[in-house]
């Protein structure tokens, strides 16, 4: 039945609350006790056939949307069909066999089954399986259904069918992100740069098709270049029955074994998101520094894969897309005085252990990919796997062979228990170098991770790997010199930069690496972050070191930074050391206070490079609309160095938006003036048309109210449905339950929507629409008379043009929403043909922006 969720009169529950809960006190103490109608009205013909409620049953049988409960965890909600138990006098739902399986239910061992029960459209299950009950919350509309765990599938409370999976619609997309940058300075003049990602998509039942580009653009006094860059394209499709994941054409290996390399081929490799969160075994996060406002640019493989424009003061980098999920980083950080810092954030897996039993694989085949001219593109074939035995053990192996290098990997994992978690595998490699010298060379790694919480130390991952001299990788092995570097030209200074720096007649030695935290009391943390590789015949080395400490006082945060980078084949070493402490306004405000500031932050931020260079900057930041969606951040600075001083001043404004998400920033140091303006969003294509949105991920859910327009969507901040009803989900969480709710108070008077949640379980890339019925129209409170009285109490009501229905209150008063101008209902008080009758209403023109329109009916 349809529940409206805006404030209306209250008649319609009221005295029959008092009705039902009467009744079935009534039916607890004595069986088949009539219940008198005069508890509701002096006639008794006034009041519907209250037949069903005096035998303990709360609502009419028919079809409700629930939220399905098993064994006390959520599952899904869905819509089920409720029919009356007349042995037990109760509503029960009315589920088959194998919905009863997509719930967890293992048909297997349940002995008493034939053809015929399970072809059944609803199977007995509470008969068939002792101490099986269900209980259906009519208020909350929550349907629970308690089985011995014994007749349920061994699977973590979290499990969730793979029938309940969403594979999608079929639609098309295209993902946007631009930015456009100009800088002007007295002595150089006026350069732009510009940067536009577009990553599209095509969707047809279970298959993917995904494309990559970016366009680049740069323009100086000195030089003028404009250029498109292909990164990716591929097609892919979920395994389901394996768990598993083919991906056709542009593609990156597995990075448990080896370090991952972008190639052209076919992998097929185990997926661990489709397993529950209970059955579940790192991502790379980039921590830096910025000594001005500065663009960011992270390469991978030779990709630029993200920018970003960031404030002064440390940053953290946590929503990279690449064209793979692992390998190393490069980092660029171009500041607003036209000076830069590379780095490099290396990534390595945790120590691989595997759940008891589960094997995981990855098997790739095809061409070496780079966007580096200096490499070669030789075929190649990966293989690795992984196996988890018992008592914590995990063995894993793998293999990399092309006609200039082949390698063999083996190792093996063990948990420790209170001692942590330890791997360490070897690894043999024959390598071919352009200057067609052979190599041999062996690999040890060794990789620990331990969380000493009693302590509040956490160490995520410490890893070393040390490699013999012949030792080289595949990716080594396809440089076309023995030495060789880029060079990055700064269009605003003119400044050359060196990077994606090698040399192969210095092979890697070892390589350290660590990760870990230490809480100090309850006020902060400190953090330590770094790597460091060494080459054989010479001192020179890569570093990446990080040390923090960070914390809170009440709502107060703060943090200091130390870091060092250095890279091996060039001499220059950047350290610097940061400090920073925002303190909200509300801070210093009553918790209910409505100012507009009770949303901003003072902040204080101080960078030194070590080098006798210090920038100062001061500002305020926050949010602003009723959504906080529109963000700001206001800074003056102050630098100081051994030349002299100087100002600087910088604003920026981010607004996310229904239909994308608009950046814009100023910043002025010392005449060195800088504007940037970036926006980036999403278009959808599918049956119903095309709909905007804000960026899109990999998954998304499409909402289709029609003609609810301008309607907020819960906890997603700026998304609204569009002038048709239509809007998108960005985010999405692949083969999870997700919830979609409307936000009720933002309906328009003349719109009412029977059901404002639903919740899908999409796989990965799919785009999975959710559908809200809606009817567009006046609500109504409509008096029916029927023989010169008012209708019964307790009769039921229904639109002939829809499935709108109500029930009948006090003096024959009936609520219906979304009705248009003059219509028809039908009524029933009881199952004789004297007890139903119709009536027609009709109503003038009216103004939609009131809330409640009236209108009397007799009905015949």
């Avoid at 897996?349 to 589960?358: D, I």
């Avoid at 080459?535 to 570093?543: C, E, I, R």
């Avoid at 814009?664 to 926006?679: A, C, K």
Wanted: hydrophobic share 30%.
């Amino acid at each position: 039945m349809k529940q409206d969720r805006h404030q209306h009169p209250s008649f319609r529950i009221t005295r029959l609350v008092v009705c039902l809960s009467l009744s079935s006190v009534s039916h607890s103490v004595f069986a088949d006790t009539y219940f008198n109608p005069r508890f509701l009205s002096d006639d008794p013909s006034a009041v519907a056939s209250l037949s069903n409620f005096e035998k303990g049953i709360e609502a009419p049988p028919g079809t409700y949307r629930v939220n399905i409960y098993v064994n006390g965890s959520y599952t899904t909600n869905k819509e089920v069909n409720f029919i009356i138990n007349k042995n037990k006098n109760r509503l029960e739902p009315c589920l088959s066999f194998e919905q009863l399986q997509q719930l967890g239910l293992n048909g297997g061992s349940i002995n008493d089954v034939s053809k015929d029960n399970v072809a059944e459209q609803c199977f007995p299950f509470t008969d068939k399986i002792k101490d099986a009950t269900s209980t259906f919350d009519v208020g909350t509309q929550k349907l629970s259904l308690n089985i011995p765990q014994a007749y349920m599938q061994s699977h973590g409370q979290d499990y969730i069918s793979p029938e309940l999976w969403s594979e999608g619609i079929p639609a098309a997309m295209v993902n946007y992100n631009f930015t456009a940058n100009r800088s002007s300075t007295q002595s150089v003049g006026t350069s732009d740069l510009a940067y536009l990602n577009l990553q599209s998509g095509i969707n047809l039942g279970a298959w993917r098709l995904r494309d990559n580009t970016a366009w680049n653009y740069s323009n100086s006094n000195s030089s003028h270049d404009s250029n498109w860059q292909h990164i990716n394209t591929y097609l892919e499709r979920d395994i389901i029955p394996l768990r598993s994941r083919l991906t056709l054409g542009d593609s990156y290996t597995d990075s448990d074994i080896f370090d991952s390399v972008n190639f052209r081929g076919i992998k097929l490799a185990k997926t661990d998101s489709m397993l529950p969160d209970s059955e579940r075994g790192y991502a790379p996060v980039i921590h830096g520094i910025a000594h001005t406002t500065a663009v960011v640019t992270v390469r991978q493989n030779g990709y630029d894969v993200y920018q970003s424009t960031v404030p002064a003061g440390p940053f953290v980098i946590k929503d990279i897309y690449s064209a793979s999920n692992s390998g190393d980083l490069q980092v660029t950080v171009k500041e607003a005085d036209g000076s830069v810092q590379n780095f490099t954030i290396p990534y390595s897996s945790v120590p691989l252990l595997q759940r008891e039993g589960y094997l995981k694989y990855n098997l790739s085949a095809g061409e070496f990919r780079s966007g580096n001219n200096q490499q070669s593109q030789p075929d190649f074939v990966q293989a690795s796997f992984l196996k988890g035995l018992s008592s914590g053990w995990t063995i894993y192996s793998g293999t990399q062979l092309s006609d200039h290098y082949k390698s063999f990997n083996t190792g093996v994992g063990k948990n420790l228990g209170q001692f942590g978690a330890l791997s360490t595998d070897l690894t043999y490699a024959k390598t071919q170098l352009y200057d067609n010298t052979d190599h041999t060379g062996h690999s040890l790694r060794i990789l620990y991770s331990k969380a000493l919480s009693r302590f509040g130390t956490n160490i995520q991952v410490v890893g070393y790997r040390y490699s013999t001299k012949g030792y080289y990788s595949l990716s080594d092995s396809t440089w076309k010199a023995m030495n060789g570097y880029s060079v990055d030209t700064n269009t605003t200074t003119g400044e050359n930069t060196i990077v994606d720096a090698y040399n192969l007649n210095y092979s890697k030695k070892g390589r350290f690496q660590v990760s870990l935290t230490q809480q100090a009391g309850a006020l902060g943390t400190i953090f330590a972050t770094g790597s460091e590789q060494t080459y054989w015949g010479t001192d020179s080395k890569d570093q990446q070191w990080q040390l923090g400490y960070s914390g809170n006082i009440t709502d107060i945060s703060y943090s200091l930074t130390y870091a060092l980078t250095k890279t091996a084949w060039v001499s220059d070493t950047d350290k610097s050391i940061a400090f920073s402490i925002s303190i909200p306004f509300s801070h210093f405000m009553q918790s209910n206070t409505q100012s507009i500031f009770r949303n901003a932050s003072a902040s204080y931020n101080m960078t030194n490079d070590l080098k006798g260079n210090s920038i100062y900057q001061t500002g305020v930041y926050g949010t602003l609309l009723a959504e906080q969606n529109l963000s700001y951040n206001i800074q003056k600075g102050y630098n100081q160095s051994s030349s002299g001083s100087s100002g600087s001043t910088s604003a920026a404004l981010y607004y996310r938006g229904g239909y994308g998400n608009t950046n814009i920033n100023y910043s002025d140091n010392s005449g060195s003036r800088q504007v940037y303006f970036g926006q980036s969003g999403g278009i959808l294509f599918h049956s119903q048309g095309v709909t905007f949105s804000q960026p899109l991920n990999d998954t998304m859910i499409l909402v289709r109210a029609p003609g609810a327009k301008n309607v907020s969507i819960l906890n997603q901040t700026g998304v609204k449905t569009d002038w048709r009803g239509y809007a998108v989900l960005p985010y999405a969480t692949d083969y999870r339950n997700n919830r979609v709710a409307l936000d009720t108070h933002s309906l328009a008077n003349n719109v009412d929507i029977e059901n404002t949640v639903d919740t899908v379980v999409p796989t990965h890339g799919a785009v999975v629409a959710v559908d809200f019925n809606t009817h567009i129209g006046i609500k109504l409170l409509l008096t029916l008379t029927h023989k010169g009285k008012p209708l019964p109490f307790g009769s039921n009501v229904s639109a002939t043009d829809s499935a709108n229905n109500s029930i009948v209150g006090d003096n024959g008063q009936v609520y219906l929403a979304g009705m248009p101008l003059h219509g028809i209902v039908k009524a029933n008080w009881g199952d004789q043909p004297d007890q139903q009758c119709t009536a027609s209403y009709q109503l003038e023109k009216v103004d939609t922006r009131n809330t409640l329109s009236y209108a009397t009916a007799e009905c015949q």
